[in-house]
């Protein structure tokens, strides 16, 4: 198929073709200026329009951005938990509510319970939101397994969920969530130490996870579990200061993490760090702190010092049940202090470089895949019209795959 988007108020584009990535500091130099695109095979092939492309695009008035790719989800996971959203907002603390039987372990019961068709079916519901939010890749994530067995049915489901979504997605293994009942942390890292080569080869996961918390795992099992993703050549993720500052940014850059994400209580001594860090991301959640009342990370400190900073949704049923980026972006401008620019860079190029996607996707590039936004507005309305869906059109991996029905005005077959 090939489609053309003609006469664009913005096409969003970096400062220079073949970037993995670009530092925040950077960011003001993502160029947005009128013009036209064109998608062909799969690719973006011209920034111009083509008379001859089977489809045309009435872009006048709106910007072309690429897809959003939605780096740090918790899908798939069984049912939700609006009752401890209820209890949150009342002043009850997750930290509470977890040790209460809720929390993780409430749906890890819940996915233990449910048939693996239902899984799938809800995670595809929320892939079919995603992607009319402008979401064109994703991450998975197990950890709602809490054994063995159980974590990796939930990779197996990541893996027929993919086999059915359009949008291209990757899988983690998040083998340490919560302490399984009967364990002590110590205990359950001995097991996912066995564990861990049964997932490097017989899952596709690309990436070791863990929840360093109170309430979860330690820095030393963050240690630990560095070791394990090295030997096993898989990436490391890792949450890490969401509730208590536990200083485990240094930990994780030591243990080679591709990201840390969170952050919200990250200390002021680690921004330079982390900043100064080669190849580790700041994946920053505004869904989760703004659901559970979170602190705010130092995003504008961390974007000054150039780090490679991300937005993702952390889509789950517990502390962030949101699906949608353009959201997230709004909710990071607000919060964050970040221009419209830094937080479409943070929800496109460098999401796309956490995941080891960023050569296929993430911009809009010359060769690069046809993954293409159309939003019905310039850039800035994006955080502006907070709760908007901006998302007009969706052209992913160069198939016209979604038009927004207002917009459908603007489609010529
Ligand atoms: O990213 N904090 C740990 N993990 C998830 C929450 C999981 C849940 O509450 O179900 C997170 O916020
Ligand atoms: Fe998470």
Not at 162 to 186: K, M, N, Y
């Amino acid at each position: 198929m090939s489609v053309t988007f003609a006469d664009a108020a913005q096409v969003l584009r970096p400062p220079e073709d073949g970037l993995g990535h670009l530092r925040h500091d950077r960011a003001a130099e993502l160029r947005a200026e009128p013009g036209s695109l064109t998608v062909a095979d799969g690719r973006i092939a011209a920034f111009e329009s083509d008379r001859l492309a089977e489809v045309r695009i009435d872009a006048r008035g709106c910007a072309l951005v690429p897809g959003f790719v939605d780096c740090h989800t918790h899908l798939p996971f069984a049912g939700w938990r609006a009752e401890e959203y209820e209890m949150k907002v009342t002043g009850v603390p997750y930290e509470e509510i977890a040790r209460a039987g809720g929390g993780i372990r409430a749906s890890a019961r819940a996915l233990a319970a449910a048939g693996d068709d239902r899984v799938v079916a809800q995670a595809f519901g929320l892939a079919a939101e995603m992607l009319t939010h402008g979401t064109t890749a994703f991450e998975c994530k197990s950890g709602y397994g809490l054994s063995p067995d159980a974590e990796l049915r939930a990779l197996a489901l990541a893996e027929r969920l993919d086999a059915v979504v359009g949008q291209p997605t990757t899988s983690t293994a998040l083998l340490a969530h919560a302490v399984p009942d009967g364990h002590t942390a110590d205990g359950w890292m001995d097991e996912v130490a066995g564990l861990v080569p049964r997932v490097a080869t017989g899952t596709r996961a690309s990436a070791l996870d863990l929840y360093v918390e109170t309430i979860g795992f330690s820095n030393e099992h963050l240690a630990r579990m560095g070791e394990l993703a090295a030997d096993h050549g898989l990436d490391l993720r890792a949450h890490v200061e969401q509730f208590n500052p536990n200083r485990s940014v240094p930990v994780a850059l030591a243990a080679g993490a591709r990201s840390v994400d969170h952050l919200s209580c990250l200390h002021p001594d680690d921004v330079e760090p982390l900043a100064a860090a080669a190849d580790c991301a700041a994946v920053l959640l505004p869904g989760a702190e703004q659901m559970g009342n979170e602190a705010t990370p130092p995003a504008r400190a961390l974007a000054d010092a150039g780090a490679l900073c991300v937005l993702a949704t952390d889509l789950n049923p517990g502390t962030s049940p949101i699906a949608s980026m353009p959201l997230i972006i709004g909710l990071a401008v607000r919060r964050y202090g970040w221009s419209a620019r830094e937080a479409l860079l943070a929800a496109t190029l460098n999401a796309a470089w956490v995941l080891r996607m960023s050569d296929a996707t993430g911009s809009l590039e010359l060769g690069k895949r046809g993954d293409v936004l159309l939003l019905d507005a310039p850039i800035e309305h994006v955080p502006y019209r907070l709760g908007h869906n901006p998302v007009a059109v969706v052209v992913l991996g160069g198939e016209l795959t979604w038009v927004r029905p207002d917009a459908a005005w603007r489609v010529t077959r």
